[in-house]
């Protein structure tokens, strides 16, 4: 448990860095994880039409789900889109720094599939953007 | 009469199990299923070493045996409810199947569009979605008694509804998974005789639960399942009043629900046949008529009194912890049953913390969505609590949130 909810874990969930709505925003994208109704809504501001210059997220939800959000915001940022599609499940894992049963990796991967789906300009996030 | 919860807690092998080393599990949720004691795992381990074999039609010594067990099971669950006979102890996969065979031969036979069904706000979706399927085939409208800040059926609302709507059917359950809330239902069923409705009752949280006798209660239909009264899953109960039963055209299709069969018709059996398409669950049969011989030998005034004392001590531990809301009513209105919401930390941390200290509980919205948006709170964690549950066990839940706290800060 220790393992599971290390001190960034708890501190960025208690004071995530990245919450926020960007007004103007150049992507939106918000979706849910029916399971356990987390909620996730991400906002990117992309410069040149290419590079991620600012985001930020809203939501509730569980400690993994928001600190995962709030670890990838900060990941995400002077990234190119193309970069940003290619981030995988176990970026998410090594952001975090942990190791997830099937449950919770779901939480974890909430921000990756809502932010994948934004970026790729989909009309619903599916699995297999965390596949 | 008490129940001697060690000497029960030796009937049941998994409850001396080590999650981890030197971890003992503490099981706080059997309202999601129960833990089974020696005598139901021993009686299908029987079954299928000495007496397998299909049943009904067997000519062969075997299949005589194995029908006999599973008709003697049904008799037993007959007696446990109090029906007056046994044919009218239907056995499905479980409540929520029962539920929908409910819906879908009495509703479909009986009810068109602009009929009223009532139901109530703290319905588990097993006993919400079948109607809203009907609803949605057959334009069958809905109604709901509404539950009120204190975890309660408004009456007085109920009253007004029945006035109103001239319900056909009044569907609710008699405990609430969530809430705890045990309904007066006794007064809720009057009431709908007298508005000339048939009644519904989900039985899944109260038959485990408190002493139940289905003609005191004169209830229509009940719907329960062995698995979350110490027998197996995959096995439930339909009771029904007997004329009910005859009047309903069959359910599924198939061997053992029919009399005759000819290329283009069919004559439907007898109940409780008529509503059991194929091999049913036989030897599940067999330990859900284990389950039953236990909790009567216990006793469930016996059973009833225990959980009273065990809940009415996990919610005095549990407000005691700053930043805890339990949802639902006071003790003496609820079943074993303790869902609270912890401030600054969601179900799933609370519930994944506490489990690394052995004490198994539930997180989310346990199949009662709308009565969580109704409180406006996506999730709670829930402690259920059964005959084998301790007060040290509640200990150790209190200590473990304590833990949650202290690493949320």
């Known amino acids: 448990m220790d393992d599971l909810y290390r001190e960034v874990i708890i501190e960025r969930y208690k004071t995530p860095h990245f919450r926020g709505k960007l007004d103007p925003h150049d992507i939106a994208f918000e979706d849910d994880n029916p399971l356990c109704g987390d909620h996730i809504a991400i906002t990117l501001r992309v410069d040149g039409g290419n590079r991620v210059s600012a985001a930020a997220f809203e939501g509730h939800g569980c400690a993994i789900s928001q600190a995962s959000a709030d670890l990838l915001m900060e990941s995400v940022i002077g990234k190119t889109l193309e970069q940003v599609k290619a981030l995988t499940r176990q970026d998410i894992l090594d952001l975090l720094g942990i190791e997830l049963g099937p449950v919770r990796l779901k939480c974890a991967l909430l921000s990756l599939k809502v932010l994948k789906a934004g970026v790729y300009g989909l009309g619903e996030a599916s699995e297999e953007l965390v596949a | 009469m008490s129940l001697d919860v060690f000497r029960i807690r030796q009937d049941f092998p998994i409850l001396s199990r080590e999650l981890r080393p030197g971890v003992p599990l503490v099981y706080l949720d059997s309202t999601a299923t129960t833990q089974k004691p020696r005598a139901v795992l021993s009686a299908m381990d029987d079954f299928y070493r000495r007496s397998n074999a299909n049943i009904h039609r067997g000519i062969h010594m075997l299949a005589e045996e194995a029908t006999a067990l599973y008709e003697k099971s049904r008799e037993q669950v007959a007696e446990f409810i109090h029906a007056p006979a046994a044919r009218q102890v239907i056995f499905t996969r479980n409540a929520s199947e029962s539920l929908n065979l409910v819906a879908y031969t009495w509703g479909r036979a009986n009810l068109r569009a602009g009929d009223v069904v009532i139901l109530t706000e703290m319905e588990h979706h097993s006993n919400l979605v079948p109607w809203q399927m009907l609803a949605a085939e057959r334009g069958v409208k809905l109604e709901f008694i509404p539950v009120s800040e204190d975890g309660l059926l408004d009456l007085e609302a109920y009253r007004a509804l029945l006035a109103l709507a001239h319900p056909r059917l009044v569907a609710f359950t008699h405990m609430s998974n969530v ?122 005034e016996a059973v009833a009194a225990h959980e009273r004392e065990i809940v009415a001590y996990a919610l005095e531990r549990l407000q005691e912890i700053p930043g805890v809301h339990v949802l639902g009513p006071s003790a003496e209105k609820r079943g074993a049953v303790a869902a609270f919401t912890l401030k600054g930390v969601h179900p799933h941390d609370v519930s994944q913390i506490v489990d690394t200290f052995g004490v198994a509980v539930r997180a989310g919205h346990h199949c009662a969505q709308p009565l969580h948006e109704k409180f406006g709170i996506p999730a709670t964690t829930r402690a259920s609590f059964y005959i084998y549950n301790t007060p040290a066990e509640v200990d150790r839940l209190i200590n473990a949130i304590y833990e949650v706290k202290r690493i949320f800060g």
């Open chain 2, 179 to 300: 809430l705890g809330t045990i309904n007066p239902a006794a007064e809720i069923i009057r009431m709908a005789h007298a508005a000339g409705a048939v009644t519904l009752v989900d039985g899944a949280q109260s038959v485990p639960h408190i002493p139940l006798d289905v003609q005191a209660l004169d209830v229509d239909f009940l719907a329960f399942s062995a698995h979350k009264m110490l027998g197996p899953t995959g096995i439930g109960v339909l009771y029904g009043k007997a004329a009910l039963l005859e009047s309903m055209p069959p359910f599924l299709g198939g061997g053992d629900m029919i009399k005759a069969v000819h290329l283009r018709s069919f004559t439907p059996n007898e109940i409780p046949h008529k509503f059991e398409a194929g091999t049913p669950a036989i030897a599940e049969a067999v330990g859900f008529g284990a389950a039953v011989a236990y909790l009567t030998q216990v006793g469930m």
